[in-house]
């Protein structure tokens, strides 16, 4: 199970810190990701994070703006977004895959937390 929060409304420039927080099998959190679906797109990829390793990587619409990282006593990732835009505005989802897990591939995770919006004011 994955629980999200941290979303909301912010202006342009402003930032936001998004919390997921893992419930399950250690096997099932061997890679976290963070996606997100604008009104009328198709869900994207934001970033990824290796639990074990703490590896990550980004979309490039977000390097240097967006951080992961993952807290292992609270089994939770985050999400800090800085200097956020408006066209960043969408629902946020946390997903978490098992070994094999595309990073970037949505189709590839195995659990998905129900999203949590966050809104970027211009």
């Known amino acids: 199970q994955l629980v999200e929060s941290g979303g909301g409304l912010v202006q342009a420039g402003g930032s936001l810190r998004l919390s997921c927080v893992f419930s399950?099998?250690?096997?099932?959190?061997?890679?976290m990701g963070w996606f997100r679906q604008a009104p009328g797109k198709e869900r994207e990829f934001v970033s990824a994070?290796?639990?074990?390793?703490?590896?990550?990587y980004y979309t490039n619409s977000v390097k240097g703006r967006f951080t992961i990282s993952r807290d292992n006593a609270k089994n939770t990732v985050y999400l800090q977004m800085n200097s956020l835009k408006p066209e960043d505005t969408a629902v946020y989802y946390c997903?978490?895959?098992?070994?094999?897990?595309?990073?970037?591939?949505?189709?590839?995770?195995?659990?998905w937390g129900q999203g949590t919006q966050v809104t970027v004011s211009s």
């Open positions: 399950g099998r250690t096997f099932s959190r061997f890679v």
């Open positions: 994070i290796w639990w074990r390793s703490g590896g990550a």
């Open positions: 997903a978490a895959g098992s070994p094999g897990t595309l990073g970037d591939r949505a189709s590839t995770y195995d659990y």
